[in-house]
């Protein structure tokens, strides 16, 4: 009995080791949840995603941003919100807009779960082999975009953040290959283009 209650604390130290790990969220952006509820008849540039969340230095904020761009013009395009997007330096017309992205949290957070150092003893690591919970990821990002015309004047804005929390276990997928937030990431960014472009479309 020793023995065994030896291994499953080797076992349990071993999985530990990890412990807990925080980081700044930066995709990736996935493909669109679905296509733009509302499409413009406008063409649209994103200016350069600015990052102000006070966690991230500056090297790395510059860095996110310019990866976010990226990412973001794909995603615009892909999802059809505007009729067409162009990067600078394509003049914009009289009718057409930029988009501007400003992420004020990406953070993102794995710790032991509570219950599973104990749980895991008591059940002599039974708790870990029937899915019981390990690791606990937590997210959370916000961010506002804000459409302007060629001119600087604001036209459409919103402002969302998303807080998330859950339970990973040995066979859950996010155990082996964890998205890092790149799905909270996602969602973020179609509910403030969704917001921002119905709004855009009001009279």
């Known amino acids: 009995m020793l023995k065994v209650l030896l291994r499953a604390t080797a076992l349990l130290a071993a999985l530990s080791m990890t412990g ?11 493909a669109p949840l679905h296509p733009a509820p509302t499409s413009s008849p406008r063409t649209a540039q994103l200016a350069e995603v600015t990052v102000n969340a006070a966690d991230v230095n500056d090297a790395n904020k510059t860095a996110i941003g310019r990866s976010l761009t990226v990412q973001l013009e794909q995603y615009v395009r892909s999802a059809g919100y505007f009729k067409q997007v162009t990067e600078f330096p394509v003049r914009l017309g009289e009718q057409d807009v930029t988009l501007k992205f400003n992420m004020t949290s990406l ?10 150092f104990p749980g895991a003893l008591l059940t002599l690591t039974i708790w870990i082999w029937v899915n019981g919970p390990i690791y606990v990821d937590s997210f959370d990002v916000a961010g506002d975009l804000v459409i302007v015309d060629r001119n600087g004047k604001e036209l459409a804005k919103a ?7 859950h339970n990973v276990g040995l066979y859950s997928g996010e155990y082996w290959a964890p998205s890092m937030g790149g799905q909270q990431l996602t ?8 917001t921002a472009t119905a709004e855009l479309a009001k009279p």
């Open 187 to 194: 969602k973020l960014v179609t509910q403030l283009l969704d």
């Open 159 to 165: 402002k969302e953040s998303i807080t998330f929390e």
């Open 20 to 30: 807990c790990v925080s980081y700044t969220v930066s995709g990736p952006i996935g």
């Open 107 to 116: 953070k993102g957070h794995r710790a032991p779960h509570p219950g599973y």
